[in-house]
Each structure stands twice: as structure tokens, then as C-alpha cells.
């Protein structure tokens, strides 16, 4: 199975910015979904952003107009891009990828804060 390294979290204040990867350790040509979940405490996981193969987007309504999800299949890497961000955004994010089977990353933690 691939295996999926998310990096690019940290501690941003509100209406700061972030950059989030996620890099597979092989081809991710073949999921047809890769996306972004996240998990706040004591909070239901949540469907950030989906990208399909063809480049489809989704996005949750609290994100739209913020975040823009990418893929760059040459590199086996997507990305979420966070702008405008709220202290409501904080959670870890996982990264997943979908084909025959479900692929997850260990997540990044992504704190917005003064």
C-alpha cells in the first residue's frame, strides 16, 4: 500500500497562512480520491477538501474562498492551501487517498492562534 507523509502545519495567527503537503511514497495516479480531513478536540472528523484524478474540487462550506486543494501527480503530492485562517481551524489534518482501498497519513497539527 502507499503511504502518506503530511507536513506543512504549525502555529499561525488568525488570518495568517499555511501550506499543507501530503507526499506518497508512490504513484497516487490511481486514486481516484485524494483529500484533506480534520480533527479538532471533541469534535466530529470532518471532510475538509477532496480532489478527484480528473482535478474535481469540494470543499466544506466553513472553508470555501479560504483553502484550495491541488494535486501534482508528476511529484505524488497534494496540497491544501489555507489562507484568511480562524482560530475555528485548528485541528490535526489528515491527509487520505482513495482507490480500491483507503490510504491515511499520521496528520499535522495545524494551531491558529494570537
Known amino acids: 500500500q502507499v503511504q502518506l507523509v503530511e507536513s506543512g502545519g504549525g502555529l499561525v495567527q488568525p488570518g495568517g497562512s499555511l501550506r499543507l503537503s501530503c507526499a506518497a511514497s508512490?504513484?497516487?495516479?490511481?486514486?481516484?480520491?485524494m483529500g484533506w480531513y480534520r480533527q479538532a478536540p471533541g469534535k466530529q472528523r470532518e471532510l475538509v477538501a477532496t480532489?478527484?484524478?480528473?482535478?474535481?474540487?469540494n470543499y466544506v462550506d466553513s472553508v470555501k474562498g479560504r483553502f484550495t486543494i491541488s494535486r501534482d501527480n508528476a511529484k505524488n503530492t497534494i496540497y491544501l492551501q489555507m489562507n484568511s485562517l480562524k482560530p475555528e481551524d485548528t485541528a490535526v489534518y489528515l491527509c487520505?487517498?482513495?482507490?480500491?482501498?483507503?490510504?491515511w497519513g499520521q496528520g499535522t497539527q495545524v494551531t491558529v492562534s494570537l
Open positions: 487520505y487517498a482513495r482507490t480500491t482501498y483507503y490510504a
Open positions: 508512490g504513484s497516487i495516479f490511481s486514486f481516484n480520491v
Open positions: 480532489i478527484t484524478n480528473g482535478g474535481t474540487t
